[in-house]
């Protein structure tokens, strides 16, 4: 099976502007998830979309924003982009069925670079 | 706000040496634990994860962890380590309110194996 892919890689933009990171679960998964990882604030928890509904949330501002599709692929989007937001992206997928014991695959990550 | 913290920020041992890692979460109530590695260029992978029954939960690659609920804590061991296991670690708490998945991490663990 798959893993868990992104798209882009990496990416560079400046501030002011917004940029979407797109990612494909496992296949057969219907939950997928986002972190942020900087060195300084570590692995934080964005969203959770389970069957194209945000089922959980973070503590991220409103810039922040996901969708999930009917065939279980996701975008994030972050508007009005800060220096902060330089950033490893990381999507994980899980069932999304197995409510008190769901694994999550993490994919490789989106490498976004704000200048 | 639920925590989990990580007390060893940078281990360094010798191969063959043993290892044990410490995980505390902050909170009550149902969890399920993880424990994620991160090997160099490499994503995140599920070392091994805890729902619940055995208390000691084996992974991959060697590793095992230990859930003791009165102490809040799920400590990752290996009896001997090699080189290969340079990665950084970091613990993972999903906490079970209202289902899905929103994991906190705690900031991680670097460790090092010397020849």
């Known amino acids: 099976k798959a893993g868990v892919t992104q798209t882009p890689r990496y990416l560079i933009k400046t501030r002011g502007q917004q940029v979407t990171l797109s990612c494909s679960p496992i296949?057969?998964?219907?939950?997928v998830s986002w972190y942020q990882q900087t060195p300084g604030q570590g692995l934080q928890f964005l969203f959770e979309?389970?069957?194209?509904?945000?089922?959980n949330k973070g503590n991220f501002p409103g810039r922040f924003s996901g969708r999930q599709f009917s065939n279980s692929r996701s975008e994030m989007n972050v508007s009005t982009l800060e220096l902060g937001d330089s950033a490893l992206y990381l999507c994980?997928?899980?069932?999304?069925?197995?409510?008190?014991?769901?694994?999550?695959?993490f994919g490789p990550g989106t490498r976004l670079l704000v200048l | 706000a639920q925590s989990v913290s990580q007390h060893n920020h940078h281990v360094i041992l010798s191969e063959a040496a043993s290892l044990e890692l410490g995980c505390n979460y902050s909170y009550g109530g149902t969890v399920n634990l993880f424990w994620y590695v991160q090997y160099p260029g490499q994503h995140l992978q599920l070392l091994l994860k805890y729902f619940s029954g055995d208390p000691l939960v084996k992974g991959i690659k060697g590793f095992e962890a230990e859930f003791i609920k009165s102490k809040f804590s799920f400590n990752l061991r290996k009896p001997s380590v090699q080189w290969s296991d340079t990665a950084e670690y970091f613990c993972?708490?999903?906490?079970?309110?209202?289902?899905?998945?929103?994991?906190?991490f705690g900031t991680g663990t670097q460790l090092k194996v010397e020849l």
């Open positions: 296949s057969g998964h219907r939950s």
């Open positions: 979309y389970f069957s194209e509904t945000q089922r």
């Open positions: 993972a708490v999903n906490r079970l309110t209202g289902g899905g998945n929103k994991l906190t």
């Open positions: 994980a997928s899980s069932t999304g069925t197995g409510l008190t014991q769901e694994t999550q695959y």
